[in-house]
């Protein structure tokens, strides 16, 4: 492969492979058919627009696989855009591989499984620390493979381990200054905030919502899957009404998903943990693809602003929270 995808400027000609990461369809307002397609490399994505699309195309251009496409960067509303001009689906002679694609989180999963289980060592409350043990060993695998989602933030290959990884970090710094906090409660909270997308999605590359993840949602699962591990391990206690709580309060409000504020110190701090990591994420991956002196693209989840990176930063210099 040359060059990813997020070193193109408006004005290039591609002509690579891609990774679709999506694909919806759509009709202008003549009534023409198109197709939207999420293409992605290791760098980042683009959405591509098939203009005139047919029913065959919409069949063939599926999640996963992968196109040669040939098309011109162009601009919308303040993001690129890829005008597609050619698209064929990948075959045996083009010796590519889905991994070629995928983006991964900065550090190995070795290492994040060591910061997750030291966190689950130092809890003194057995009943949490044994909840927490059991959850992660269940769900181990995919927790270590999945994104923490399908777009935004942390929506690459083992962005959910390295999101709570990166917010247990966060939270061992706060609770210094704050020894009211019980850190059993708020790295428990950490640890199984997120641990449902390991079912609310399909799967760590190009992952879409399953049945049960758009008619329950993470947030519904894994209270849920607290109550039925407490009685699985014949724990009884406070403490696992609290962890539902926290998970059940992690995004604050009930028009971001909540059903229920957080109303215990530890929920609240976690809500804003999880929102700090969430926004630096979105923000240090749209300034890694600008030179100092220049604006990002409109990053839409940060009510639409365009950041500056100023002209003392160096280029790409990504934080990996080390």
């Known amino acids: 492969m040359n060059r990813g995808i997020q070193q193109y400027e408006v004005g290039d000609v591609f002509d690579d492979f891609l990774l679709i990461k999506s694909a919806t369809k759509g009709v202008t307002s003549t009534g023409k058919p198109f197709m939207t397609i999420m293409l992605q490399d290791h760098t980042g994505d683009i959405e591509a627009k098939l203009w005139d699309s047919s029913p065959e195309d919409e069949k063939m251009y599926q999640p996963e696989l ?13 993001k690129n855009q890829l005008k597609v001009k050619q698209i064929r689906l990948s075959n045996e002679q083009d010796s590519v591989s889905v991994h070629d694609f995928v983006e991964t989180a900065p550090i190995p999963q070795e290492e994040m499984i060591e910061v997750i289980t030291q966190a689950i060592f130092e809890m003194k409350n057995p009943n949490i620390q044994r909840l927490t043990r059991h959850l992660v060993k269940k769900h181990q695998k995919a927790f270590l493979d999945y994104p923490a989602a399908t777009k935004n933030h942390h929506d690459f290959v083992s962005g959910l ?9 966060l939270a061992k710094s706060i609770a210094q200054l704050y020894p009211s906090l019980d850190t059993d409660l708020l790295y428990a909270g950490v640890i199984l905030h997120d641990l449902g997308k390991t079912r609310e999605l399909s799967g760590p590359v190009a992952p879409s919502y399953t049945l049960e993840g758009n008619l329950l949602g993470h947030i ?52 804003y943990i999880d929102n700090i990591d969430a926004k630096m994420n979105m923000m240090d991956r749209a300034l890694s693809k600008v030179e100092p002196g220049e604006y990002t693209e409109r990053v839409f989840p940060l009510e639409n602003r365009a950041f500056y990176k100023p002209l003392t930063e160096k280029k790409n210099s990504v934080p990996t929270n080390m």
């Open 66 to 78: 992968i196109v040669r496409v040939t098309g011109d960067i162009t601009s919308y509303r303040g």
């Open 220 to 271: 519904t699962m894994m209270v849920e899957e607290i109550k039925e591990a407490a009685q699985e391990l014949g724990i009884e206690g406070e403490e696992v009404l609290i962890l539902q709580h926290m998970v059940l309060s992690h995004h604050s409000k009930a028009e971001w998903g909540s059903p229920k504020p957080p109303l215990v110190r530890e929920a609240e701090i976690l809500h």
């Open 161 to 169: 381990a390295f999101h709570v990884v990166s917010m247990l970090r």
